[in-house]
């Protein structure tokens, strides 16, 4: 049978399983996964009784034809150099690792690769997976990989100059939109008497609203400041900070995360 192989059972590797396997896209016997420690995979066999499990990154590579990598960055090309000599060539490595380009992988691998790109909240059902494919992917396998993902939410081709900006708004997004929702709540905690975890409550329930109704209404974000911020206001006080600081602020972070992911796994 053509399974897909999944090495790591981390984060991403067990919210991929999770996911392909609640979504019904693969039945349990389509699925071999390993990863590093006993404990993870014993975790991984209890989670999902009947799964295979492979003791050694090589013997997953013998059984499947599809290998996503999900292992850290610095640790995907020493998987790499361990899987190809048990590799027949024609199979498809679809690497998570941000900021491993696909020239860097095709020169261990010269056949079909894909970078993919997932994002935590995949784990609800919701957020985009960006896909990069490599010049010697085909059609069918692409679109293989393709359909996989979009059993856990969306699917966005990109280019591979563009990765590392849709990386961090949908894949890092959700760590930074986190931090922000927060501080959110703890400033208005530290300044009120509201106990912190109301205040968290709160502002998650609004992000989680305001998302909504930007999606649905198509309104443009100023516009919504415009129609919350009476004038003379409240809000207007807030977003007048906000507007004098955050601008700096983001540039710092985007600066930094770019450079790290120029770093990264090197
Ligand atoms: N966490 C995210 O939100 C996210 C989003 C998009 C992409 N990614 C990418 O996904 C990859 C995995 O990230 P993560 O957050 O799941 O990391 P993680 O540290 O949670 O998981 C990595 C897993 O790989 C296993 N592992 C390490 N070395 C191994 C080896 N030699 N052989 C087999 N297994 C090995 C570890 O035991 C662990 O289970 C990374 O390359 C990351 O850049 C992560």
Redesign the pocket.
């Known amino acids: 049978m053509d399974c897909i192989g999944i090495?790591?059972?981390?984060?991403?590797?067990s919210m991929l399983v999770d996911g392909f396997l609640s979504s019904g896209v693969l039945g349990i016997d389509e699925v071999v996964v390993?990863?590093?420690?006993r404990e993870?995979r014993d975790a991984c066999a209890a989670a999902w009784p009947g799964i295979g499990i492979a003791g050694t990154?090589s013997e997953l590579a013998r059984r499947c034809r599809t290998i996503i990598l999900?292992?850290?960055?610095q640790?995907?090309m020493?998987?790499l150099r361990e899987i190809v000599p048990v590799m027949d060539g024609d199979e498809h490595i679809v690497s998570?690792?941000?900021g491993i380009s696909l020239a860097e992988l095709e020169g261990l691998f010269p056949g079909q690769v894909t970078r993919v790109?997932?994002?935590?909240t995949s784990t609800v059902g919701q957020g985009t997976t960006l896909v990069c494919h490599g010049r010697q992917t085909g059609m069918q396998d692409a679109s293989r990989v393709e359909g996989l993902f979009s059993s856990i939410g969306n699917v966005m081709l990109v280019g591979e100059e563009e990765l590392p900006a849709a990386t961090i708004l949908s894949?890092c997004g959700p760590g930074l939109l986190a931090a922000i929702i927060e501080e959110l709540a703890d400033a208005t905690a530290r300044a009120s008497g509201l106990t912190t975890d109301r205040a968290l409550s709160l502002a998650t329930e609004t992000t989680a609203a305001t998302a909504a109704y930007l999606r649905k209404t198509g309104e443009a974000p100023g516009d919504l400041v415009g129609r919350v911020a009476t004038g003379g206001g409240v809000t207007e006080a807030g977003v007048k900070r906000l507007r004098e600081r955050l601008p700096g602020v983001f540039d710092e972070a985007v600066a930094a995360m770019l450079e790290r992911y120029g770093a990264v796994g090197k």
């Open positions: 090495i790591g059972y981390g984060h991403m590797g390993t990863s590093r420690s993870s990154n999900a292992v850290r960055p640790e995907v020493e998987v998570l690792a941000a790109i997932p994002t935590i894949s």
